[in-house]
T-cell receptor, first 114, second 116 residues
Framework: DQQVKQNSPSLSVQEGRISILNCDYT??????FLWYKKYPAEGPTFLIS?????DKNEDGRFTVFLNKSAKHLSLHIVPSQPGDSAVYFC?????????????FGSGTRLQVQP | DTGVSQDPRHKITKRGQNVTFRCDPI?????LYWYRQTLGQGPEFLTY????????KSRLLSDRFSAERPKGSFSTLEIQRTEQGDSAMYLC??????????????FGPGTRLTVL
């Protein structure tokens, strides 16, 4: 039972354009969401997060949008750069339950073409 | 470098052998997590410590797996009687207690285990 789903295993965009990565979740107890980036042979690196009390959080080129009613979040990268090429993981936690475990999606491989 | 470190980075073992991995978290981080990642999947939570107390364990953590954090600093993950299905990347992460950042988990490079 996958509680966090990333339905697009891969995405290719041109440098300078927008990258949109999507994530859906099923567990209504999730109240905090994170995006991680992973390069080969490295551990995941934290990118940006959003609490369920917000619908948008922005950090430089990265913006995360949360639609609680649809149980959907997305990561926008504008403008995309070749160095953004990596696997992106969506993760969720249920902080209010006291649990600290993150539940991850299966990842989306982003390739930014020069 | 003050990131999360893991040792060894790679481990090849024969089925039935025991293996132990070590994780050194970021020094001021009280919370430490273990995850397992298989090919094509995201990391799956195994267990979580706050200081030396093990507060959460996943159903994935069978009785062949044991984790410790005896002094609230480094942690070890031991797998007894390894099976081929244990082959995976084992990731350690840590996070601070500081309000506002406690949900950001910082990951180490992982230990890749191959069970022959």
């Amino acid at each position: 039972d996958q509680q966090v789903k990333q339905n697009s295993p891969s995405l290719s965009v041109q440098e300078g354009r927008i990258s949109i990565l999507n994530c859906d979740y099923t567990n209504s107890m999730f109240d905090y969401f994170l995006w991680y980036k992973k390069y080969p042979a490295e551990g995941p690196t934290f990118l940006i997060s959003i609490s369920s009390i917000k619908d948008k959080n922005e950090d430089g080129r990265f913006t995360v949008f949360l639609n609680k009613s649809a149980k959907h979040l997305s990561l926008h990268i504008v403008p995309s750069q070749p160095g953004d090429s990596a696997v992106y993981f969506c993760a969720a936690s249920a902080r209010d339950t006291g649990r600290r475990a993150l539940t991850f999606g299966s990842g989306t491989r982003l390739q930014v073409q020069p | 470098d003050t990131g999360v470190s893991q040792d060894p980075r790679h481990k090849i073992t024969k089925r039935g052998q025991n293996v132990t991995f070590r994780c050194d978290p970021i020094s001021e981080h009280n919370r430490l997590y273990w995850y397992r990642q298989t090919l094509g999947q995201g990391p799956e939570f195994l267990t979580y410590f706050q200081n030396e107390a093990q507060l959460e364990k996943s159903r994935l953590l069978s009785d062949r797996f044991s984790a410790e954090r005896p002094k609230g600093s480094f942690s070890t993950l031991e797998i007894q009687r390894t099976e081929q299905g244990d082959s995976a990347m084992y990731l350690c992460a840590s996070s601070p207690l500081t309000s506002g950042r406690e949900n950001e988990q910082f990951f180490g490079p992982g230990t890749r285990l191959t069970v022959l």
